[in-house]
Nanobody
Framework: QVQLVESGGGLVQAGDSLRVSCAAS????????MGWFRQAPGKEREFVVA???????IYADSVKGRFFISRDNAKNTVYLQMNRVQPVDTAVYYC??????????????????WGQGTQVTVSS
């Protein structure tokens, strides 16, 4: 069982930077991938980025070079640094977790656990 709690988010202007965080409470010693998905109004939830416990990461093409994920295993926390945000980045951002060590599996098979979501709104 993995519980995820997001923090951060809010309203920013296009071109600004923003960081969101996700703290995990896991009653397991098994490795798990953590990452972020987002859901814009009227659209399906989509993958953004994921990272393994060893630091391997995978990004959606739409955020490569602008968004960066990092993970502090001692704190069971992942951070998503969003740079040069654009209005198209407006969405509810959900923290995700899946047991295993391969980030791509959270894309292929989906997340097993979800946070409650945090709103990110980018004004033009």
């Amino acid at each position: 069982q993995v519980q995820l709690v997001e923090s951060g988010g809010g309203l920013v202007q296009a071109g600004d930077s923003l960081r969101v965080s996700c703290a995990a409470s896991a009653r397991t010693s098994s490795p798990y991938v953590m990452g972020w998905f987002r859901q814009a109004p009227g659209k399906e939830r989509e993958f953004v980025v994921a990272i393994s416990g060893s630091g391997d990461s995978i990004y959606a093409d739409s955020v490569k070079g602008r968004f960066f994920i990092s993970r502090d295993n001692a704190k069971n926390t992942v951070y998503l640094q969003m740079n040069r945000v654009q209005p198209v980045d407006t969405a509810v951002y959900y923290c995700a977790a899946r047991y295993g060590s391969t980030p791509n599996n959270i894309v292929r098979y989906g997340s097993q656990y979800w946070g409650q979501g945090t709103q990110v709104t980018v004004s033009s």
